[in-house]
Protein backbone atom coordinates (compact mmCIF):
# COMPACT_ATOMS: atom_id res chain seq x y z
CA UNK A 1 0.00 0.00 0.00
CA UNK A 2 1.73 3.05 -1.31
CA UNK A 3 0.71 5.83 1.67
CA UNK A 4 0.78 9.94 1.14
CA UNK A 5 1.37 12.20 3.97
CA UNK A 6 0.66 15.58 3.15
CA UNK A 7 -0.17 18.88 5.18
CA UNK A 8 2.88 20.15 6.50
CA UNK A 9 4.20 23.68 6.21
CA UNK A 10 5.68 26.43 8.02
CA UNK A 11 3.62 28.07 10.98
CA UNK A 12 4.04 30.00 14.39
CA UNK A 13 4.23 28.52 18.06
CA UNK A 14 0.70 28.02 19.31
CA UNK A 15 -0.70 27.68 16.00
CA UNK A 16 -2.30 24.39 14.12
CA UNK A 17 -1.81 21.73 11.20
CA UNK A 18 -3.55 19.06 10.49
CA UNK A 19 -1.81 16.38 8.80
CA UNK A 20 -3.24 13.93 6.29
CA UNK A 21 -2.47 10.23 5.38
CA UNK A 22 -4.22 8.78 2.23
CA UNK A 23 -3.61 5.66 0.11
CA UNK A 24 -2.31 5.78 -3.56
CA UNK A 25 -5.67 4.82 -5.90
CA UNK A 26 -6.63 1.63 -5.81
CA UNK A 27 -5.59 0.57 -2.50
CA UNK A 28 -7.03 1.01 1.03
CA UNK A 29 -6.00 0.82 4.70
CA UNK A 30 -9.21 0.34 6.58
CA UNK A 31 -8.65 -2.75 8.09
CA UNK A 32 -5.30 -1.62 9.27
CA UNK A 33 -4.20 0.03 12.34
CA UNK A 34 -2.44 3.54 11.45
CA UNK A 35 0.33 5.26 13.71
CA UNK A 36 1.49 8.56 12.38
CA UNK A 37 5.82 8.74 13.89
CA UNK A 38 8.10 12.09 13.33
CA UNK A 39 12.05 12.43 12.96
CA UNK A 40 14.08 15.78 13.49
CA UNK A 41 17.94 16.01 12.43
CA UNK A 42 19.77 13.59 15.04
CA UNK A 43 17.41 12.04 16.47
CA UNK A 44 15.36 8.55 16.05
CA UNK A 45 12.22 8.59 14.84
CA UNK A 46 9.34 8.46 17.57
CA UNK A 47 5.92 7.69 17.98
CA UNK A 48 3.10 10.45 17.95
CA UNK A 49 -0.26 8.33 17.60
CA UNK A 50 -1.94 5.60 16.74
CA UNK A 51 -5.14 5.06 15.86
CA UNK A 52 -7.28 1.02 15.47
CA UNK A 53 -8.74 -0.38 12.43
CA UNK A 54 -12.15 1.11 13.65
CA UNK A 55 -11.24 4.45 15.17
CA UNK A 56 -12.63 2.55 18.33
CA UNK A 57 -8.99 3.09 19.90
CA UNK A 58 -6.25 6.06 19.93
CA UNK A 59 -3.10 6.00 21.94
CA UNK A 60 -0.74 9.33 21.97
CA UNK A 61 2.59 10.06 23.22
CA UNK A 62 3.46 11.50 26.37
CA UNK A 63 4.97 14.97 24.80
CA UNK A 64 1.67 15.47 22.18
CA UNK A 65 -0.93 14.46 24.67
CA UNK A 66 -4.02 16.55 24.69
CA UNK A 67 -2.23 18.57 21.69
CA UNK A 68 -2.79 16.10 19.28
CA UNK A 69 -5.78 14.17 18.06
CA UNK A 70 -5.07 11.24 15.64
CA UNK A 71 -8.93 10.30 13.49
CA UNK A 72 -9.90 8.34 10.17
CA UNK A 73 -12.03 8.11 7.77
CA UNK A 74 -12.08 4.47 5.91
CA UNK A 75 -15.05 5.38 3.39
CA UNK A 76 -11.90 7.93 1.96
CA UNK A 77 -8.76 5.76 3.18
CA UNK A 78 -8.14 8.99 5.17
CA UNK A 79 -5.97 9.47 8.50
CA UNK A 80 -5.53 12.23 10.25
CA UNK A 81 -3.62 14.20 12.89
CA UNK A 82 -5.05 17.14 14.18
CA UNK A 83 -1.62 19.09 16.09
CA UNK A 84 -2.88 22.30 18.11
CA UNK A 85 -0.54 24.64 20.58
CA UNK A 86 2.27 23.99 18.53
CA UNK A 87 5.81 23.62 19.87
CA UNK A 88 9.42 24.66 18.29
CA UNK A 89 9.84 20.88 19.65
CA UNK A 90 7.48 19.51 17.42
CA UNK A 91 9.48 20.16 14.61
CA UNK A 92 9.74 17.43 12.63
CA UNK A 93 9.57 15.13 9.31
CA UNK A 94 6.16 13.52 9.97
CA UNK A 95 5.65 10.27 8.76
CA UNK A 96 2.41 8.32 8.29
CA UNK A 97 2.75 4.30 8.57
CA UNK A 98 0.10 1.47 8.18
CA UNK A 99 -0.01 -2.29 10.15
CA UNK A 100 -1.94 -4.44 8.17
CA UNK A 101 -0.90 -7.22 10.89
CA UNK A 102 -1.77 -4.87 13.77
CA UNK A 103 -5.26 -3.76 13.42
CA UNK A 104 -5.21 -1.99 17.22
CA UNK A 105 -2.46 0.56 16.38
CA UNK A 106 0.94 0.40 18.44
CA UNK A 107 3.57 2.84 19.22
CA UNK A 108 6.07 0.81 18.23
CA UNK A 109 7.62 0.96 14.52
CA UNK A 110 8.29 -2.05 14.35
CA UNK A 111 5.05 -3.04 14.13
CA UNK A 112 3.98 -0.92 10.81
CA UNK A 113 4.57 -2.20 7.20
CA UNK A 114 3.76 0.69 4.86
CA UNK A 115 5.34 4.32 5.52
CA UNK A 116 4.84 7.60 3.55
CA UNK A 117 7.40 9.81 2.25
CA UNK A 118 6.76 12.23 5.11
CA UNK A 119 5.67 16.12 5.66
CA UNK A 120 7.69 18.45 7.04
CA UNK A 121 6.14 20.64 9.93
CA UNK A 122 8.42 23.36 10.80
CA UNK A 123 7.39 25.86 14.07
CA UNK A 124 8.87 28.66 14.50
CA UNK A 125 9.34 30.54 17.95
Known amino acids: VQLQASGGGLVQAGGSLRLICTAA?????????MGWFRQSPGKEREFVAA????????GYATSVKGRCTISRDNANNTVYLQMNSLKPEDTAVYYC??????????????????WGQGTQVTVSS
Open 51 to 58: ISWNGGST
Open 97 to 114: AGAPDWPYGASSAARYTY
Open 25 to 33: SGHTFSNYG
